[in-house]
């Protein structure tokens, strides 16, 4: 099968079993579980768009919460001083991609680490600057809290992670995914055979935080109190990371898969062990890097690949 | 104006801690081309080491570096043995990539650890002479933190002395300028690695030992430290231990200037803001070459 047949399949189970999840508030569940799949359907967001820039552009993208919280940032201030939620959440998203930009354009002219510790000083600048100006807890004011209905948070997390999936699906398939894959991997080799490597880059960056924005967005819709400077933590990064790689860096599924376990394993461990969960992913997540860097997508494929070897020989 | 003057002093005092942070750092990322996100937490495993020792065996904490650098200098040979030596046998552009998600890996497993461990409580050795203060002219200078900046200069000096004297010290300059030069005339360059990892570790040590020894120490401090490296290393560029430590230097008093400026809530975004300048105008730093 070629791989943009692959990739289409995968968006169509995936899109599927998302339909099926959007019949699970018909069903009067009990909150925490439509609490759980909320949670999960924010990290498919998370995971598959910082997937866009590492998996496809082959860009580490250290400064992830950056975008995120900014989107958090003026989604929440936009909608509590009255905007349509989605209005304040657009505008979120378009402030996270403008800054992104800008950093973007002064750091992807240098090529590898430079992107990564702008990013990441990014982040951490940004989080302590919100920290310092807004230190009070931003909770939302009683009548909102009245009016608060849980329905409406999860299907905007269903249909976000619905266009994240899609939004991923069509990259992967098109022409600009193609050249991206190129710039990961031989950036030379792309740039000479007629692939503008920066604006590429740059496209990629765009559409990861927008999404990620987005996210950042819905977070600030969802919970009724937080620290402004919460969603700028770096482990919203973290997260992100150790989800794309656990599952499988530049595929479709890989990231969706890394999602649901790790957001699995995350409230089951820590239920017993606080902070302990860190530990274990901060251990798989090296060893992922240097012995299987497909995550689990090329683990699957490799144990396909033997028991298929072993069907044929018997 | 006094007031002024004693916010850059201050700015001065801990801009040699950036320095000697980032000393370590640029001494990895110049000779093996890896970057390691994880620095900062090397420099928190070092303050705890000493704090421990203070806690446990009563040891003073300037003296504890005699403890703790050669126990740095072991954990790096461990790192580079069991991560990083994997690492430096990609080319170039995979090098740094893994590189970076390895230090995150490494960090976020130390940090988790380490709030294990020693709890997320942040820790300050406390000594007889903490409160002294020497006074000139209307400002006064903190004699712990006056000491901290002195060994920091004393270490860069001693690592500039390594490099330029030593064997394996020219060895390391010679794969940082060219590694397959290096190789071809005979140097055993993964040897030189180890030898570079392992003393960036034990700057990172000699760092944290300083930081908890003049400020504190808490689990969640490596990022931080990490970030002020880096910038650093931006603003310095590779290649030049003393620049490197000038570096410091002028980040930390840029740092004051600005909170002085715009007050203390603004006092990061200056580094971003020098950071973004540095990277879009000089990409090889102010002194490098």
């Known amino acids: 099968m070629t791989a943009a047949g692959h990739e289409r399949r995968w968006a169509v189970v995936i899109l599927a079993a998302l339909a099926l999840l959007a019949l699970l508030p018909l069903t009067a569940p009990r909150e925490d579980v439509l609490n759980f799949v909320f949670l999960v359907l924010l990290a498919i967001t998370l995971a598959e768009s910082w997937n866009i820039v590492a998996g496809y552009a082959g860009q580490v993208n250290l400064g992830h919460a950056a975008f995120f919280g900014l989107g958090a940032l003026v989604t929440r201030t936009l909608w509590t001083a009255g905007a349509p939620v989605l209005l304040a959440m657009a505008a979120g998203a378009a402030t996270a991609t403008v800054f992104a930009l800008v950093i973007g354009v002064a750091a992807f002219?240098?090529?590898?680490?430079?992107?990564?510790?702008?990013?990441?000083?990014?982040?951490?600048?940004?989080?302590?600057?919100?920290?310092?100006?807004?230190?009070?807890?931003?909770?939302?004011?009683?009548?909102t809290i009245a009016g608060y209905r849980l329905t409406q948070r999860y299907y905007l997390a269903l249909g976000l992670a619905a266009v994240s999936v899609i939004a991923v699906a069509a990259l992967a398939t098109s022409r600009i995914g193609l050249g991206m894959r190129a710039i990961r991997e031989d950036e030379e080799a792309a740039e000479s055979s007629g692939v503008g490597a920066l604006s590429l880059k740059l496209t990629a960056l765009a559409l990861s935080t927008a999404l990620a924005g987005l996210a950042g967005g819905l977070f600030a819709y969802y919970h009724i109190s937080y620290y402004p400077s919460h969603p700028f933590g770096p482990h919203w990064t973290f997260d992100a990371l150790l989800m794309t790689y656990i599952g499988g860096v530049g595929t479709l599924q890989g990231p969706v898969l890394g999602a649901v376990l790790y957001v699995v394993l995350k409230e089951y461990l820590a239920?017993?062990?606080?902070?302990?969960?860190?530990?274990?992913?901060?251990?798989?997540f090296v060893a992922i890097v240097l012995l299987l860097p497909g995550g689990l997508v090329q683990a699957a494929e490799r144990a396909r690949a033997v028991l298929g070897g072993a069907r044929r020989a018997a | 104006m006094n007031v002024l003057a004693q916010q850059l002093l201050l700015g001065l005092l801990i801009g040699g801690l950036y320095g000697l942070a980032a000393a370590g750092l640029s001494l990895v990322f110049g000779v093996m081309r890896v970057l390691n996100v994880a620095h900062g937490e090397l420099i928190m495993l070092g303050g705890y080491g000493a704090f421990w020792l203070a806690a446990l065996f009563g040891v003073d904490p300037f003296a504890s570096l005699v403890l703790v650098i050669p126990g740095s200098l072991a954990l790096g040979a461990l790192l580079y043995w069991g991560l990083f030596g994997f690492v430096v046998r990609a080319h170039e552009e995979t090098r740094i990539k893994n590189s970076l998600l390895i230090g995150f890996g490494l960090a976020l497993a130390l940090h988790a650890l380490a709030v294990r461990l020693w709890t997320a409580d942040e820790r300050s050795i406390p000594t007889s002479y903490g409160g002294a203060v020497l006074s000139v002219g209307e400002l006064a200078i903190p004699l712990v933190r006056l000491a901290t900046l002195t060994l920091a200069l004393v270490l860069i000096g001693a690592l500039q002395l390594l490099l330029s004297h030593w064997r394996w010290g020219k060895a390391i300059r010679a794969t940082a300028e060219d590694w397959q030069a290096a190789l071809l005339t005979g140097i055993d360059i993964r040897r030189a690695y180890l030898i570079a990892f392992a003393l960036g570790t034990a700057l990172a040590g000699a760092a944290g030992t300083l930081v908890t020894v003049a400020y504190s120490v808490s689990p969640s401090i490596g990022l931080e430290w990490t970030l002020k490296a880096l910038i650093v290393v931006v603003l310095a560029g590779l290649g030049s231990t003393i620049g490197t430590f000038v570096g410091g230097l002028v980040l930390g008093l840029a740092e004051a200037a600005s909170a002085a400026a715009f007050g203390g809530p603004y006092r990061e975004v200056v580094g971003l803001v020098i950071f973004v300048v540095v990277l879009a105008v000089r990409p090889r730093g102010l002194f490098g070459r």
Do not use: K, M, Q
């Open chain 1, 109 to 143: 002219r240098l090529r590898g680490a430079y992107f990564a510790i702008g990013t990441l000083a990014l982040g951490e600048i940004l989080r302590t600057t919100v920290g310092n100006v807004l230190p009070e807890i931003s909770t939302l004011p009683t009548a």
């Open chain 1, 271 to 284: 239920l017993r062990w606080v902070d302990i969960h860190l530990l274990i992913f901060g251990a798989l």
